[in-house]
């Protein structure tokens, strides 16, 4: 049997197979994440991976409108769009994010492929920063300011807003050494947050300063932990020589008890990172945005110097993995992997913690119009309304079923449709139209001549009420 027929063979046979029996998160919808039907409702011999979601029609429309949102907001702030592999060398993450990491100890898919160690990308920033230094990218431009959006690999333990195959919107500044553009990408953050709706931000900010502050903050941590190392998790044991950093992030309970009281880094900032994060918060104060400075803020990746910043929030069916972006400074990292002295500031988000932040309210599907026409005649009336209405942008929706008005009108409330435009035999007779708001709960008639024009008008009105 070869290689493939064997593997088949035992994956169809293997019913109480690890793979397809594991408990899974209950289904999400409105993030778009579906529930697989459990072992006992269905003999599929597969199903996705675990961690990993399909997203189906009925909820991509979400994904879609969250998407263009940010697209538009990053495009106003001067964002273009970078597109890189999902596959990397192992070496880049490695060198880039750190090995006493979480994501480069644990996470990481990585795989051997004719000699070479693959890694499938758990995060945006260390791909984009190989492009640009692959592409001499400081050439072309001295600030270069590059989005993406995309999925990420982590091996992690599935939950509610933690998957292994996750999608990352993210924003990364190069040659900028801050700190006003880092405080104008937190209140860029912020208003796009609240234009989605989402409510109860809490903003985040800290300094781990440059290099000298750094060594000045571990050696003073390396002093306080080592005495308590007995009482530590054996994880953070492993790692507290290597990384002290990474103890401060640890969850375990027993690591965050021993880094109760343990020194700020805050206090061992020298004059220029002071005054680099004095700026950071001068300029935040200044466009009025609400934040907290944070001490133990530390973030789970090694690149960062100076500036870290996450945004959570409480709102909607967020469970406790809240934290809806992250990000940083990470001056080093474009001359570590071979370029210039370039410094950079980045973020990136989990789009689906954002959807299941996002209140219920906030649907961001594009409010459509349905055609319910009675008869033939009226059906091809409708057909050259929606064709020209579509035209103009709207979406249309035709029930050429021949079904009664009642079922047609369900069908629209189903579909969730805001206008409804009725076309029976009584108004055919009067070239005339009846347009019924769902939402509204209110019913116009227009002539024929002023349909398309209303249609577009109410919906216009819809939309910007919206985004309002
Ligand atoms: P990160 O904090 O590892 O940073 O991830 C950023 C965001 O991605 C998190 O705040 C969370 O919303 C989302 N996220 C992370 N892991 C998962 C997961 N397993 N499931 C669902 N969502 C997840 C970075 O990735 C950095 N590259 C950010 C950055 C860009 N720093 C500078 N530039």
């Known amino acids: 049997m070869g290689k493939f027929a064997s593997f088949f063979a035992k994956t169809l046979g293997a019913t109480n197979d690890d793979a397809l029996t594991e408990s899974r998160p209950a289904s999400i919808s409105a993030v778009g994440l579906t529930a697989h039907p459990s072992q006992k409702e269905s ?7 675990k961690g990993m979601n399909d997203v189906l029609p009925e909820q991509v429309g979400r994904w879609q409108r969250l998407e263009a949102t940010f697209r538009h907001t990053v495009a106003l702030y001067g964002y273009e769009e970078v597109r890189t592999p999902i596959v990397e060398p192992t070496a880049l993450f490695v ?3 750190g090995e006493a990491t979480d994501v480069v100890d644990k996470e990481m898919y990585s ?33 270069s300011r590059w989005f993406y959006l995309g999925p990420m690999f982590r091996a992690e333990r599935p939950q509610r807003g933690r998957y292994r195959q996750f999608h990352q919107a993210g924003c990364e500044v190069y040659g900028d050494l801050g700190p006003i ?24 900010v800290n300094s781990i300063g440059g290099a000298e502050s750094r060594q000045r903050h571990r050696d003073a941590l390396l002093e306080f932990l080592r005495p308590k190392s007995a009482s530590l998790s054996e994880h953070a044991r492993e ?5 002290p950093l990474r103890v401060l992030d640890s969850k375990d309970p027993r690591d965050r008890a021993a880094c109760e009281g343990a020194p700020s880094v805050l206090d061992y900032l ?25 001490p133990g803020l530390v973030r789970g990746l090694d690149y960062y110097t100076r500036t870290l910043f996450e945004i959570s929030a409480t709102s909607g069916d967020l469970g406790t993995q809240n934290a809806l972006c992250g990000g940083g400074r990470y001056d080093k990292m474009i001359e570590g992997l071979g370029g210039q002295n370039i410094p950079a500031v980045g973020f990136a988000m989990g789009l689906e913690r954002v959807l299941l932040a996002m209140p219920e309210a906030a649907e961001l599907t ?11 005649t009226a059906t091809a009336r409708a057909l050259a309304f929606a064709q020209a209405l579509r035209r103009e942008g709207v979406r249309v929706e035709v029930d050429s079923r021949g079904n009664r008005m009642k079922s047609m009108l369900r069908r629209a409330d189903t579909m969730k449709a805001r206008l409804v435009v009725i076309l029976g035999d009584s108004e055919l007779e009067r070239s005339v139209a009846a347009i019924k708001d769902l939402e509204a709960h209110s019913q116009i008639e227009v002539s024929f001549d002023e349909l398309i024009g209303k249609v577009a008008e109410l919906l216009a009105t819809v939309t910007a009420g919206r985004s309002a």
């Open 181 to 204: 553009c880092d405080a104008e990408m937190i209140a860029m953050l912020a208003d796009f947050y609240s234009k989605l709706g989402i409510a109860n931000l809490q903003i985040q």
């Open 270 to 294: 020298v004059e220029e990172d002071q005054t680099h994060f004095s700026r950071l918060r001068n300029a935040l104060d200044a466009m009025g945005v609400a934040y907290t400075v944070t």
């Open 366 to 376: 594009l409010p459509f119009c349905f055609f319910a026409p009675m008869g033939e």
């Open 111 to 143: 795989f051997e492929r004719h000699d070479e160690s693959l890694t499938l990308r758990p995060e945006g920033t260390a791909g984009a920063a190989r492009a640009y230094v692959e592409h001499s990218q400081h050439a072309r431009e001295p600030i």
């Open 239 to 243: 790692r507290v020589e290597q990384n």
């Open 43 to 49: 003999k599929m011999p597969f199903r996705a991976v």
């Open 95 to 97: 060198r880039s994010i």
